[in-house]
């Protein structure tokens, strides 16, 4: 018989301080960019704003994708 | 904590940290936002920055200006043919519908000068005299007798419920009113209220106070220049500058005191503006504002109501300006000057010698107004200070512009990069869902 989970685990992977220095500037990056996104659209200055979107969304995709290898790779590492 | 203040605290910290140390050493930083002051990062200076010459720098007949000289400067025969030309221009836009240029658009421009018409030099809505407010005397009751600092809050409230973006207050410099204008002498005279007669135009000695206002333009209406639509823009900040002066020159009539009220006639407004501490000069000769940059008219009035003064600003203005260029290379006429530091050289007789400025050849800029058939503002909208400011990048290229000048170079490339500046199309400007005379009136608030 098993145990019924009554709690949820958040894990936090350890990483360098200066890694999480880059997250948080990655974070803060793509937050400006999408501000910028916003009010360009409001602005009416479709180049602007194309500029900023394509930053925006390259900054978060490359993110993301970082993400997903490290995390990938330390699951490898495990098994 | 709202956008201005995580700027402030976040990402400006940085930018500036590294910045403060160029802060001139006779300047001093505005410490605190106080109500109707200037965004933190603007510094007061004692004196204006740019050097007046007091042997040269006088009093200027305003027919010397382009406007009551055209024909002198630009040769009667050549003028004549540029109404020719323009008449036929105007027929030609309209048969081919050419967007900014249709019935509906020169509608709208001429529509928009309604309110500025029913002004003039001393002439109703910008008479010197009352119109129709009760004084303190006719109440029964004694006049205004608040401090110069409370009558300075007093008359910022009123101006911005009028219509004003910013104010500003100088001791009167009587070199910046004209010596004569229409044909009639200007003169100060020991007189208790102002008054003209068939000679001359009496300004009361007890004058001695100058509040500036600037009148935000619609930048959407600007961005279209040069067309119709964004002469209807000119044309709006100079109704709103007509209902302003008009509505604060009789409020102080209303405390007990003489107010004369004035737009572009009897003096340089640019120059009490600057006394006034609304903006530095720019390239294009004219106010550029830290908050609107040259989007704005600018009026004033002159009083005898005790004022707490203000003082010239710097915000690294003029070090931006001679870098960027980007005025002057956009203007079609090439009136523009692209010396890299301002002078005492002026271009003609229509600019005001004795004091420093980028002066621009003012004949090529108004045969410029009759060729495009609908006036121009290109170097308005091309400025990159010129912003709705709807997302903080621009404060943040405003904040390190500012204590960074040495930067301009760069943020007028990406200025250019991102396509700020480029000429709006007029058709979709009826398109657009405009706020209240295509202002937004919370810019620059805070």
């Known amino acids: 018989m098993t145990e019924k989970k009554i709690h949820s685990t958040f894990k936090i992977r350890k990483r360098p301080w200066y890694a999480w220095l880059l997250w948080f500037l990655w974070l803060l990056w793509i937050i400006f960019w999408a501000e910028v996104s916003i009010g360009s659209w409001k602005e009416t200055e479709p180049r602007a704003f194309t500029i900023a979107i394509a930053i925006f969304a390259v900054s978060f995709l490359g993110g993301v994708l970082i993400w997903l290898k490290g995390t990938l790779k330390s699951r490898k590492l495990k098994s | ?446």
């Open chain 2, 1 to 446: 904590m709202d956008r201005r203040e995580f700027f402030k605290f976040g990402l400006g910290g940085a930018a500036l940290a590294a910045g403060g140390s160029l802060t001139p050493a006779e300047a001093s930083s505005s410490q605190k936002r106080v109500p109707q002051g200037h965004p933190w990062w603007v510094k007061t200076l004692e004196k204006s920055k740019l050097a007046i010459d007091n042997a040269v720098y006088s009093r200027y007949k305003s027919q010397n200006n382009v406007f009551g000289s055209f024909a002198r400067y630009y040769g009667q025969e050549k003028m004549k043919e540029l109404y020719r030309n323009s008449q036929e221009k105007t027929a030609k836009y309209y048969q081919e519908k050419r967007p900014g240029y249709k019935l509906e658009d020169r509608a709208l421009a001429d529509a928009s000068w309604v309110i500025s018409r029913l002004g003039g030099l001393n002439r109703g809505t910008r008479s010197w005299n009352r119109k129709f407010i009760r004084t303190p005397e006719e109440r029964g009751i004694d006049k205004y007798q608040g401090t110069p600092e409370a009558a300075a809050r007093l008359i910022k409230a009123a101006a911005r419920y009028f219509g004003a973006a910013t104010t500003g207050i100088a001791i009167l410099d009587r070199r910046h009113i004209c010596s004569e204008e229409r044909d009639k002498k200007i003169v100060f005279e020991n007189v208790h209220e102002p008054y003209g007669d068939e000679e001359k135009l009496v300004i009361p000695d007890k004058c001695t106070y100058a509040i500036a206002v600037s009148i935000l333009m619609p930048i959407d209406n600007i961005q279209c220049s040069p067309t119709a639509i964004s002469s209807a823009g000119s044309a709006m900040g100079y109704s709103r500058a007509e209902f302003l002066v008009a509505g604060l020159a009789e409020f102080i009539r209303g405390l007990g005191y003489t107010a004369i009220p004035s737009v572009n006639d009897l003096g340089s407004s640019v120059a009490i503006a600057l006394d006034a501490g609304l903006g530095e000069l720019g390239r294009t000769n004219r106010l550029i504002s830290p908050e609107y940059g040259p989007m704005v008219r600018l009026a004033k009035i002159l009083t005898d109501l005790p004022l707490a003064t203000d003082r010239p600003i710097d915000f690294g203005l003029q070090e931006f300006c001679q870098t960027c260029k980007r005025c002057a290379e956009a203007c079609p006429s090439g009136c523009l000057s692209f010396k890299d530091e301002p002078d005492f050289e002026v271009c003609g007789e229509w600019n005001n010698p004795g004091h420093q400025a980028w002066f621009e050849n003012a004949p090529k800029c108004l045969a410029y107004w009759r060729e495009s058939t609908s006036g121009c503002s290109i170097c308005i909208a091309v400025c990159p200070w010129s912003k709705k400011d709807k997302t903080m990048i621009h404060q943040l290229v405003k904040t390190t512009s500012a204590r960074m000048p040495f930067l301009a170079g760069f943020f007028t490339a990406m200025d250019e990069a991102f396509g700020y500046g480029r000429q709006k199309r007029a058709d979709q400007w009826w398109k657009l869902n405009l706020p209240e005379y295509g202002i937004d009136t919370t810019q620059g608030k805070g």
